[in-house]
């Protein structure tokens, strides 16, 4: 509205100036060089706005052809850079989609069109490596490093073609160049704290895990300081004690649930006589996490204690979780040591209608110790055998007998999980399927040897033979597979008439 009303104010003002000049035509002589020209304003004015019309006409034919060549150069570069972006767009997408002939012809068309675009190297990288030529993919990663724009796409590119090689020197080279580059750059920095903890370099990698603490979340940055400082504290153990107990207490600090800097610090703080405060950080961690490591030390805080004493502190830690196992674990093992065998029978008894092995070789200690019964231990022993496997340190299918900082498969920072292994494990195949009458495995279940499953191409196929119709039960009866023998025969001695016939007696 406020424009409308403006624009009608200037041409009134406009109309009056003009209406007022044509009242007031008066007179304009103009002599020059033997010329006298006379004319009313009006004309003059009209004359002149036409003569500055004409002028700027012939101005812009003048620059329009002065400007000619630039502007087909433009118009050509223009439509270069379209085809250019096309192409490189559609040799991208062939790449996503896995198609080798498309991104191929796509990359020879970019290369002739914009060789030097940074697209353009990109799009031949990705080429190369979907071809699996990794010397091609090298060099135009290595001229990508050259460049300023393309020096960190390029040194990824180069550490992912160091890693595919396995060569790990050149691919940690290749991440710490990026990471100077650009500290923030986020799998420059996590590659390069992966290289150092691998290493064992625990002050490199706390260093970088300082200068990246703005990147990270406050409770991963104290979790991962944790487990470095525990790390370096047991390295240090044997050879400097002190400093080695002064990063234990410090991850303690920072991770309360971690189990190993937990068990740790508390070892040093009982070994310096700081029972109450090594009695805390144990029980807080045995909250969250109960762990035989931390029983352990719990039970063992104040050497020279007798038997009895241990029972009664352990009695105290497993109530921090009455309902879990290694309470009962714990519990069990020190009043076998108390010779309380009561209760040990009453802490490991809700776990014997399907007994762990270590649940069974408590029991089997249990029998030998109260009553002496070689039999029945040696029963207990055989359940162990085929008994349900106990949690352990376990990462990618990697387990070990002791907390590691590192993952010796992947190389990953706090990576193990104490858990039963096979627990881990994922597999889309069918569970396991036991028949007792036929003492074999469903031909639908995944094989196991030495408990570990057998590749597919391991797997000896069926013999061919016909199916049952749809919707029909088979009655076709099937071999029953021979009976394996035990893996520990029970072999009775001759004054011992063994867990058989005990039965027998009971009944």
Known sequence: MIRVVFFLLVVGALSLGVAWLADRPGEVVITWQGWRIETSLMVLGAAVLAAMLVLALLWSVIRAILRSPFLLLTLLHNR????????????????????????????????????????????????????????????????????????????HGLFVEAQRREDAVSARAYAEEAARSSPSLGWASRAVLEFRCATGDWAGALALLERNRAALEKQSYRRQRAVMLTARALALEEIDRDSARAFALEAAKLAPTLVPAAALAGRFLAEAGELRKASRIVGNAWRSNPHPDLALVFSDLRFGDSARDRLKRVEALAKKAPSHVESALALARAAIDALEYGKARAALAPYLAAPTKRVALLMAKLERSERNDEGRAREWIARAVSAAPDPAWTVDGYVSDHWLPVSPVSGRLDAFEWRVPLAGIASTASAIEFEPSRGALTANAPQLQDGAPVPPERIEPKAPGPEPATGAPSRRRRPAAPKPDPVIPLVHAPDDPGPEAAAENEV
């Open 80 to 155: 270069r850079g379209v085809r250019a972006y096309q192409a490189i767009s559609r040799g991208l997408i062939a790449v996503g989609a896995g198609d080798v002939g498309a991104a191929r012809k796509f990359m020879t068309e970019v290369k002739r069109i914009a060789p030097a675009e940074p697209l353009a190297l990109l799009l031949s990288a990705q080429a190369a490596q979907l071809a699996g030529d990794s010397e091609t993919a090298d060099r135009v990663f290595r001229a990508m490093a050259s460049g300023a724009e393309t020096k960190l796409l390029g040194l």
